[in-house]
Structures are given as structure tokens and as C-alpha cells.
Nanobody
Framework: QLQLVESGGGLVQPGGSLRLSCAAS????????IGWFRQAPGKEREGVSC?????????NYADSVKGRFTISRDNAKNTVYLQMNSLKPEDTAVYYC??????????????????WGQGTQVTVSS
């Protein structure tokens, strides 16, 4: 059974850092485009970042996180990471990873993805 599991969320002070992990089971993550999305209370889910398959040479970021977040993949560990630095209170949300078997460029369009994790809570507060 194909499954994605996020981890690494938690409570952090403004300006702090967290690294989220998205681990796959039941399939080889390297053949999939991976996206990170988030949903804050009372808001719609939005795209945060994505990375293309295999080598991950293509990445994309929402304007709100550019320069602060970095997405990467470790195919040997079947895991994709989201390094989040300089966190702000407005980054508070449940973060989800998602996967789709797709070549070419990655996308922040949620409807493209067909496998989703359960999410991990990130809270940025003093």
C-alpha cells in the first residue's frame, strides 16, 4: 500500500528552524514529483514547495517562503525534506506532503497530486 508519512513538526519560536520529512512506503519516491502544502486554521490549503522526480533538479517555492525554505530529496532513504528557516508566526499550519508520478517540472497545483500524507503540525509562536 502506498503511504506517505510526515514528521518533524512541532513548536518553534519566531526566527527558528524545523526540518520536515516525508517518508514513503510501498513505492519508490524517486520516480515521483513531491509537493509540500500547508493549511492554516480558517484558510485554504496552499502550495509551499515542490521538487521534480529522480534528481530533483527542478524545484519551486511559493513567494511567501522563497529564501527561507529549501526542499531536497534523499532517494537512498526514500525521503523528501523541507528545511524551514527564519520561521514566522504566519507559517503556522498543518503541513502535508503529496506525490504524483510525473515527469518534467514539478507543480504547486494540488489537484495534480494523488497521494497525500496525514500532515504534521507546525506552530511558530513565542
Amino acid at each position: 500500500q502506498l503511504q506517505l508519512v510526515e514528521s518533524g513538526g512541532g513548536l518553534v519560536q519566531p526566527g527558528g528552524s524545523l526540518r520536515l520529512s516525508c517518508a514513503a512506503s510501498g513505492f519508490t519516491l524517486s520516480y515521483y514529483v513531491i509537493g509540500w502544502f500547508r493549511q492554516a486554521p480558517g484558510k485554504e490549503r496552499e502550495g509551499v514547495s515542490c521538487i521534480s522526480y529522480i534528481g530533483g533538479s527542478n524545484t519551486n517555492y511559493a513567494d511567501s517562503v522563497k529564501g527561507r525554505f529549501t526542499i531536497s530529496r534523499d532517494n537512498a532513504k526514500n525521503t523528501v525534506y523541507l528545511q524551514m528557516n527564519s520561521l514566522k508566526p504566519e507559517d503556522t499550519a498543518v503541513y502535508y506532503c503529496a506525490a504524483v508520478k510525473l515527469g518534467g517540472l514539478c507543480t504547486l497545483s494540488q489537484s495534480t497530486y494523488n497521494y497525500w500524507g496525514q500532515g504534521t503540525q507546525v506552530t511558530v509562536s513565542s
